[in-house]
């Protein structure tokens, strides 16, 4: 088995049956729809979003064909939808309780954050190494033309000593490597290229450390992951650091689509309104609604159901044991698949 076996394992036991295959496929490649986005969060998946960006569906369904070949899963008749047999939970208990845990991975409400900011950081520390040695003329390890007009703008606003930010930057790091960073501060380290000096590849890296290439990635992702987290609670103490972060991470993670469905419903316009205002069918307004109920613990729900028939749709979800819809439909008949869509939406991660 090795690492991805495991981790598909791992989310397909949490959905158990309840979702298609593909549910999987898309939370880990971080496809942004209301319904991968409800799933994470109903399922307690969504610190796994978007963490295998570049997964292929074919890739995927490799997996899942050797997974279904070992017995470890078992598809439900005339269905995308599988259960983890005993042996495949056995299986992957049994090789991930043998790993490190990654704590500190959120992909939800960290993964669009730590791309950028990677991207945005590995740059800067080759300009800047560059800078120091005099070095005028590089390949530039991004590309990305907002990476690259993101850094001219830094150096066109910031008249400091070049020499100065590169030991402002040393001992911001340094305070994080050294203070319960919980990787080898090396899986950042030793990617980032500078003057006369070339990052490793994901493939060296695991080498280095005798690791699949996914699960060093996922060490890797971890340790990034927790570098976001303490830039953004610490800005003051990491001001640098803070810098690479300030206008890409969002609090509350919404979708520009629904952000401007929000602001109407802010100024009291209901769906029927919204819809007709944005010219988008009431669904893609229910959706918004749903979205927004996932990701804002202030957003109140009362507008669009009775407290009670709230309390009774999640105490009959609490007594199915499961978050299949059309079970909870069939016991509560005067509210709308909305309804309880929203209600378990707003219940998220604590059912």
């Known amino acids: 088995m090795t690492f991805l076996h495991a981790l598909i394992l791992r989310c397909l036991d949490a959905i158990n049956g309840d979702r298609t295959i593909y549910s999987i496929y898309h939370l880990l490649a971080g496809k942004k729809s209301s319904q991968t986005i409800q799933d994470a969060h109903l399922y307690r998946l969504s ?4 963490t295998l960006p570049g997964l ?14 070992k017995s470890y899963i078992a598809f439900l008749e005339g269905t995308s939808k599988c259960i983890v047999t005993d ?16 704590d500190y991975i959120h992909g939800w409400k ?48 910031y008249r400091g000593n070049r020499l100065q930010i590169s030991k402002d930057l040393y001992e911001e790091l340094h305070v994080i490597f ?13 990617r980032l290229s500078g003057n006369e000096m070339i990052g490793l590849t994901q493939k ?44 890409i991470y969002k609090q509350l993670p919404l979708t520009n689509s629904t952000i401007r469905t929000y602001k109407l419903l802010q100024q009291d316009f209901n769906i029927s309104q919204i819809a007709e205002m944005r010219n988008i069918k009431e669904g893609t307004v229910e959706d918004h609604i749903i979205e927004i109920a996932l990701l804002d613990p202030h957003f109140s729900i009362d507008p669009f159901i009775e407290r009670s ?13 499961q978050k299949k819809l059309k079970p909870i439909k069939e016991k509560m008949q005067d509210s709308s698949y909305f309804q309880i869509r929203l209600v378990l939406a707003k219940a998220g991660e604590k059912m």
């Open 47 to 50: 610190h796994l979003f978007k």
């Open 56 to 69: 292929r569906r074919q890739q995927f369904d490799t997996y899942i064909g050797e997974l279904q070949k």
């Open 87 to 102: 042996e495949g939970n056995r299986a992957y208990s049994h090789f991930l309780q043998k790993r490190k845990s990654f």
């Open 110 to 157: 960290f993964q669009d954050t730590s791309i950028q900011f990677w991207k945005r950081f590995t740059l800067f520390v080759q300009a800047i190494s560059h800078m120091n040695h005099s070095v005028n003329r590089y390949f530039p390890v991004q590309r990305d033309e907002e990476v690259l007009s993101w850094l001219k703008d830094f150096f066109g606003k």
């Open 178 to 190: 050294s203070t319960d960073f919980p990787e080898d501060p090396y899986l950042i380290v030793a």
């Open 204 to 247: 060296q890296i695991s080498e280095h450390y005798g690791l699949e290439e996914i699960e060093a990635y996922f060490r890797f992702l971890n340790g990034l992951h927790y570098l976001i987290q303490t830039i953004i609670s610490q800005k003051n103490k990491y001001s640098l650091l803070f810098t690479f972060t300030s206008d």
């Open 309 to 321: 028939q709230a309390k009774a749709i999640l105490e009959v979800a609490e007594g199915l044991s």
